[in-house]
């Protein structure tokens, strides 16, 4: 009895993404109290997924923020009014000239269940002097934010910047901090003609919510929206599928 009770406790804190595939790789979708590093390399979609997981995500008890230093919030709306993932229990917050983290967690509604900050580079916390994107203003913002997920049982999402190299731009002690470190890259296919739509989202080595090996595979269509992969590329990436 003890097994199921905790079993669904553990499924009651899980909120789903909207997008089956990827609440597969999280084991079951966002934790709340958890908080997720989001890695892509710029063009990847990582603003696209977050608006659209933001509208799914959000109802009148189970508010949601998206808070960008990357543009501002008129671009957010009207990015999310090309996907059709507008939502009036989403708050969207921008702020090119960089987001003070303390005063964004200060504004939040006690009813804002899933917080999602685009990027870790753009923040910034009072108690640290260095530069906007350093590695101990980083380190800063992610202590802050991840004990600011687990104090209040907010789900937490980070966007990260990727370095040419193909690795996450923050320091280690970040990495140790966050539950999941989840990637979103454009799948490696070739292609006859333009770059490939097909998105990867894969977990880079760690994952608290469960296992580590799981890939989930979309789709980003001629309007620019993450959708389901379609049959055309399920039979690339697998060719032994019947359907």
């Known amino acids: 009895m003890a097994t199921k009770k905790k079993a669904a406790v553990d499924s009651e804190r899980r909120l789903s993404t909207g997008f089956p595939e990827i ?108 530069d906007f994107g350093t590695p101990r203003q980083i380190a800063a913002v992610a202590n802050y934010l991840t004990s600011f997920a687990k104090k209040k049982e907010v789900a937490v999402v980070i966007v990260s910047h990727i370095t040419n190299r193909g690795h996450s731009a923050v320091p280690s002690t970040v990495k140790h901090l966050v539950d999941v470190i989840l990637r979103l890259d454009p799948h490696l296919i070739e292609m006859v003609l333009g770059q490939t739509p097909v998105r990867r989202v894969w977990i880079e080595g760690k994952s608290r919510q469960g296992r580590a090996d799981l890939t989930a595979y979309l789709e980003m269509d001629n309007h620019g929206k993450i959708v389901p992969l379609s049959s055309r590329w399920r039979k690339v990436l697998n060719p032994k599928s019947k359907r």
């Not at 509208?55 to 090309?82: D, N």
């Not at 229990?89 to 269940?113: A, H, N, T, W």
């Open 23 to 130: 609440d597969n790789v999280l084991g079951g979708g966002l934790v709340l109290g958890n908080t997720i590093l989001l890695g892509g390399l710029q063009g990847s979609g990582k603003t696209t997924l977050l608006l659209q997981s933001a509208a799914a995500l959000a109802s009148p008890k189970q508010q949601v923020v998206y808070a960008t230093g990357e543009i501002t919030t008129e671009e957010s709306h009207a990015h999310a009014r090309r996907l059709g993932a507008e939502n009036k229990y989403v708050q969207l917050i921008g702020s090119p000239e960089g987001i003070f983290v303390e005063e964004l967690v200060d504004s939040l509604s006690p009813r804002v269940k899933v917080l999602l900050v685009d990027s870790i580079q753009t923040c910034a916390h009072d108690s640290c002097s260095a």
